[in-house]
């Protein structure tokens, strides 16, 4: 029997608390990987925060956007980046340039996997901000993140 499934990647998103973005990011690129689909590349997704506090909740906004969205972020509880989860990770996307440098200083062996999502336009936080800015980067996540997958997929 034919083994179906050749490549596994696993991806992380960084941010700062990991109660906003990076989750948002982890949801969104979940439902990408659903609705792309590859019966030939698994691919799992994590999400951490350089200065998060493990377990709290994501922010209020994010949930919400994401559950207009259909997809829920309700149970997600953040957690701070460690040096396991940058090693399990085969390629890491940061919000912000400042993030990855921040990712490369705590493993600098990680360097050549640690990307920013998009270098000319960080993904900005939406913490304290309304409603509509967490649409806004909802939607720029979810343009970044189609296409990274789509590469690591093709």
Request: proline content about 5%; aromatic content about 4%; some cysteine.
């Amino acid at each position: 029997m034919e083994n179906t499934v050749g490549i596994q990647t696993h991806i992380l998103f960084v941010c700062t608390g990991n109660t906003c973005r990076s989750p948002m990011a982890q949801v969104i690129a979940e439902s990408v990987v659903k609705k792309l689909g590859s019966d030939k590349h698994v691919i799992l997704i994590d999400s951490a925060g350089v200065a998060a506090g493990d377990g709290h909740w994501a922010s209020a906004q994010a949930v919400e956007v994401m559950d207009q969205w259909g997809v829920d972020l309700s149970g997600h509880q953040s957690k701070m980046i460690t040096p396991e989860l940058v090693d399990q990770a085969d390629v890491i996307f940061a919000m912000t340039p400042a993030h990855a440098h921040a990712l490369v200083r705590m493993a600098p062996e990680s360097r050549a996997k640690v990307f920013p999502l998009d270098a000319m336009h960080p993904v900005l936080d939406p913490i304290g901000g309304p409603i509509e800015v967490y649409r806004e980067v909802a939607e720029q996540l979810e343009r970044l993140i189609e296409a990274k997958i789509k590469e690591i997929i093709s």
